[in-house]
């Protein structure tokens, strides 16, 4: 079992739509990255957490650590958001090292 | 800003060839990874680097070398000698601390035949 899970793996969304992926994980963490990756592009971050809630125009992410889950929501979807939503952790071990989801696939049709 | 630049962004290699892939940031950051991406797989960390210097092993780092020059905005990823199974998409990343934001580089996608 991954130690980082995102459901689900491929979405797909018509444009307007309130869109939530979701991020668990199994370990203790410092922090956790919301990254976006664009077809062929490079990789954007969203948001850092590590409790609470953010929000960034019409990105909202939240953390619940206690029960190890985060989500990223769109809301008012468009077409420029289809990506690849990538969800990091960082372990409380201190080793520096990030554990990645695999990533939810996001396609918005117009 | 131009934040991290990776060079080159393209790459194909045969087998056997050695290259070095380029990362440079100038935020002034401490912080420093290399990662590769492949398919159905989440980035995996090969190197990184916590300061001028200094280097150590990430997951997966057999087949690589790194250096940090004096120059600390510099992180180098070497191949000796490429092998298939380093196709991949490699990307470099720098932070300020170790829980901060990451900011991450185009990527560089090679392919070794």
């Known amino acids: 079992k991954n130690e980082v899970e995102q459901s689900p793996q491929n979405l797909t969304a018509q444009e307007g739509e309130f869109i939530t992926i979701n991020c668990s994980y199994s370990v203790g963490i410092s922090a956790l990255h919301w990254l976006q990756q664009h077809p062929g592009g490079g990789i954007v971050s969203l948001f850092m957490?590590?409790?609470g809630k953010k929000k960034h125009g019409r990105l909202i992410a939240t953390i619940n650590i206690q029960e190890k889950h985060s989500s990223l929501h769109i809301t008012a979807s468009h077409p420029r958001d289809s990506a690849v939503y990538i969800c990091?952790?960082?372990?409380?071990?201190?080793?520096?090292?990030?554990?990645f989801g695999t990533g939810t696939r996001l396609k918005v049709l117009a | 800003n131009a934040g991290v630049t990776q060079t080159p962004k393209f790459r194909v290699l045969k087998t056997g060839q050695s290259m070095t892939l380029l990362c440079a940031q100038d935020m002034n950051h401490e912080y420093m990874y290399w990662y590769r991406q492949d398919p159905g797989m989440g980035l995996r960390l090969i190197h990184y680097s916590v300061g001028e210097g200094t280097t150590a092993k990430g997951e997966v780092p057999d087949g690589y070398n790194v250096s940090r020059l004096k120059k600390k905005q510099n992180f180098l990823l070497g191949l000796e000698s490429a092998a298939p199974s380093q196709t991949s998409v490699y990307f470099c990343?720098?932070?300020?601390?170790?829980?901060?934001?990451?900011?991450f580089g185009q990527g560089t996608r090679l392919t070794v035949v």
């Open positions: 957490l590590s409790s």
């Open positions: 990343a720098s932070s300020w601390g170790e829980v901060t934001e990451a900011f």
């Open positions: 990091a952790v960082l372990p409380t071990s201190g080793t520096y090292k990030y554990i």
